[in-house]
């Protein structure tokens, strides 16, 4: 039971490249969400995805794209990645909203040039 | 939007001393509360949640609906403490964390 994993750990980009941020769990949870993670501003919800098949926008969406591939799977895509996207990405699920806690996976650190 | 507030964004005790961190929330109705805890460089996870009125490593965290607050607490602190704490809301789907607090424990 490996949890919530991302891919990949580490990344450089240079400003204007595109990339895909993959995030997986293997806990059968319904929903997904999609963080950054940046000094003094603590965790800023990016997207979410309630189900499968849906996603909805979070306090920081420009800039990024989603895609619940399935159940299990939930990517974040950069389409023209610029400096003020260099942080720390954090995807997360729970089993249902009403109970609240939410399992992390453990990253991606992410700097664009 | 339910909304949580930790008003430091870094706490410095000495080892053995006691930890307060402040968490307030600006919502009604019957909150939801988690304090979750990110050890250097690790993934966030959850430290306890106040519907259960466990303790956890020590930390204990009583919700005060006069004051708005989810204070969390420990009587000594412990150099293994040092993280990143973060208070969050549940119950939602968009969940608002708060923009946490470093605790620094000095030997």
Redesign the interface.
Known sequence: NAG?TQTPKFQVLKTGQSMTLQCAQDMNHN?M?W?RQDP??????IY?S?SEGTT?K??VPNGYNVSRLNKREFSLRLESAAPSQTSVY?C?SSEA??????Y????TRLTVT | AQRVTQPEKLLSVFKGAPVELKCNYSYSGSPELFWYVQYSRQRLQLLLRHISRESIKGFTADLNKGETSFHLKKPFAQEEDSAMYYCAPGGYQKVTFGTGTKLQVIP
């Open positions: 919530v929903s969400y963080y003094g501003m603590g965790l800023r919800l979410y309630a909805d979070g306090e954090f997360a909203p009403e109970l609240g806690e939410q992390f996976g453990p990253g």
